[in-house]
């Protein structure tokens, strides 16, 4: 198929990456985890002591990391200059402290070039937070994902599980909650659903349910 620019947007664990890996697969197209780049930067700043709200010194940061992604399975495997960081940044600290990261203007300027610089040749799935609205205002097909809190707090718990992490379920619930309210009232690209995104709620589909939705809406935009 033509070589489109899909953006997957909506809050914390709606399933934004998951289902964006499978379509990405099934489309042969490449897949761009926006949030992994914002947690790369996160972990580099508490790695290099550098303050998660001095927008000035995260800009000059910048400037020496490298994010790449590397083909892999059962994930992609994600390196900040030659240091594999792919499980380090989905720790609880790293979670709970990207919102602050990724409310600089300068991080956001950045990584959103970097994202443009991606995404320009097409066959891209990418997801994130503002990808329909800021990154790529012009794709052909625009998604937004979202889930109750509950139930993405369940989905996070599970994860958490099998990583070894033993975070109390009420806890993950104000967590996310916290977690919306600061993505949602940032003052640089807050999270909002673009007016050409189409809602999907995922609250009570499987994962594949939610793949055929989006494939079925791709194949609707562009035929």
Excluded: W
Aim: hydrophobic fraction near 40%; glycine fraction near 4%.
């Amino acid at each position: 198929m033509k070589k489109i620019q899909v953006a997957i947007d909506g809050p914390a664990s709606a399933g934004k990456s998951t289902v964006a890996k499978i379509v990405a697969k099934k489309l042969h197209f490449i897949y761009c985890d926006t949030g992994a780049m914002y947690r790369s930067v996160t972990f580099a700043a508490l790695k290099n002591h550098v303050k998660l709200d001095d927008d000035q010194a995260l800009k000059e940061l910048l400037k020496t990391i490298q994010i790449r992604f590397v083909p892999a399975e059962p994930e992609q495997r994600v390196f900040v200059n030659d240091e594999e960081v792919t499980q380090a940044i989905r720790t609880p600290e790293i979670t709970n402290n990207v919102s602050l990261v990724s409310a600089q203007p300068s991080v956001r300027a950045e990584l959103t070039k970097r994202q443009q610089e991606i995404a320009e040749a097409g066959g891209i799935v990418m997801d994130g937070r503002d990808i329909g609205t800021t990154v790529l205002p012009n794709a052909e097909v625009k998604i937004f994902l979202v889930a109750s809190v509950h139930e993405r707090a369940v989905r996070r718990f599970k994860e958490n599980q099998i990583k070894g992490i033993d975070t109390p379920l009420d806890v993950l619930e104000k967590e996310i909650e916290e977690r919306d309210y600061k993505d949602s009232h940032r003052e640089i690209s807050p999270l909002i659903q673009a007016k050409d995104a189409v809602l999907v709620d995922t609250t009570s589909l499987t994962i594949d349910q939610v793949v055929d939705k989006i494939l079925e809406i791709i194949d609707q935009k562009t035929n």
